[in-house]
């Protein structure tokens, strides 16, 4: 046989057995790393509700930056009373991921920063910065204060983007208009 | 070359960050603390070890050793691929916290030349075991370094030691007492070329005040 083809061959065990080895440390890894992503994503949500009171159920949504939405319903008269959306949007590095909580009568109840890897000292400022939304209708950005800085705007449209997708999105979720 | 000149090789005559300057871009971007330094070197020597020893052991069979060659670099990158995203899993799944501060400069350890630079100059052709030592001690010096480095630029930038998590030492009164703010520059990418050059500098004002000092004994005899 030729010598070429067998030096692929040989490569090609190699790639397979590599491949095995990664699928089974995936196989134990994977869902760890999902478990913590959710209690993240549930210790988040603690700080705008009593989950104790709700029962939260998860939909998956793909609209714009939006990539699930928490519908919270009160635990003994069953009305909806919040929602809550994740969203990831692309800033300057990677994308900024948020929890953003919107009640049943169309305030923003608060936002939280679950993931982000912009400039450091300038676009990390997202995790604390105050974007002066909070209880505002969703339907009213006006008041939008972004963070200043080199890069800072790309990390700025990203939370921007996101709160500009739920907006978009509120009526489906909660009914009716804003 | 004995075992233990493998071994010992890579902390001081051959250290790979200091002597031979490789893998800077890593090792400046995340040297923002000690724990990260920590973290990194910790990986690096689970990478370059096991790569090491994996590579040797492909390369010491001549059988094998001949088809490999050929196509000995992707071989390389496959394996050294494969122990990254090991690493890069488990950190994720058990250390969530070092995982987000080390960032894309874990997956990128996959071409950090001083892993493939030790596979192809000295695991393909040495034994198993001296190539364990050798990247057993690469690593470490590896290590050192960064932490030489992450030490310099935490206490000047941050004005405290983080060894790990929570178990940190505040520096703050030392600052307090000299009446100045730490210097955030050094937690940015001037502050690491800056420490890399004054730390180089000084390293190499030793080993030349040392050269001198043998050139003249040499010369008085």
């Known amino acids: ?178 | 070359m004995n075992k233990l000149d493998n071994f010992l090789k890579g902390f001081l005559k051959e250290n790979p960050l200091f002597v031979s300057v490789l893998g800077m871009c890593p090792s400046l971007a995340i040297t923002t603390s000690l724990e990260n330094a920590l973290g990194m070197g910790a990986a690096v020597f689970f990478v370059l070890t096991l790569s090491n020893f994996i590579i040797s052991l492909i390369m010491s069979n001549k059988k094998l050793a001949e088809l490999v060659k050929p196509v000995r670099i992707p071989v390389y990158i496959v394996v050294i691929a494969s122990l990254v995203t090991i690493v890069e899993m488990v950190m994720h799944a058990f250390l969530i916290n070092l995982y987000e501060s080390l960032g894309v400069f874990i997956p990128l350890i996959v071409v950090n030349c001083i892993i493939l630079g030790r596979a192809e100059a000295f695991a393909s052709e040495n034994k198993p075991l001296d190539s364990v030592l050798d990247g057993m001690g690469m690593a470490l010096g590896y290590t050192g370094a960064l932490v030489i480095i992450s030490l310099v630029r935490e206490i000047l930038g941050q004005g405290s030691i983080t060894i790990w998590g929570n178990l940190a030492i505040d520096l703050g009164f030392a600052f307090d007492f000299l009446k100045i703010q730490p210097l955030d520059m050094f937690t940015k990418p001037v502050g690491a070329f800056m420490s890399f050059g004054f730390i180089l500098a000084t390293i190499f004002a030793i080993s030349n005040h040392k050269a001198n000092k043998k050139a003249k004994e040499v010369k008085g005899q």
Request: charged fraction near 20%; aromatic fraction near 8%.
């Open chain 1, 1 to 178: 046989m030729n010598k070429g083809l067998i030096s692929g061959l040989v490569l090609l065990v190699l790639g397979l057995v590599c491949g095995l080895l990664l699928a089974t440390v995936n196989y134990f890894t994977a869902p760890i790393i999902r478990d913590q992503e959710l209690a993240v994503k549930l210790a988040a949500l603690e700080e705008f509700y009593d989950t104790d009171n709700y029962t939260v159920e998860e939909i998956t949504v793909n609209e714009g930056a939006i990539e699930a939405a928490y519908l919270l319903k009160n635990k003994t008269t069953d009305a909806l009373e919040a929602v809550v959306y994740s969203t990831s949007a692309q800033g300057y590095e990677d994308k900024v991921k948020l929890l953003i909580a919107i009640d049943s009568d169309y305030t923003i109840r608060g936002y939280k920063v679950i993931s982000q890897k912009e400039t450091k000292g300038i676009g990390d400022q997202v995790v604390t910065h105050d974007f002066n939304v909070t209880g505002n209708l969703i339907s009213d950005l006006a008041s939008f204060d972004g963070i200043s800085g080199p890069t800072a705007p790309f990390t700025t449209q990203a939370v921007l983007d996101s709160f500009m997708a739920v907006q978009a999105r509120v009526n489906t979720d909660l009914g009716g208009d804003v």
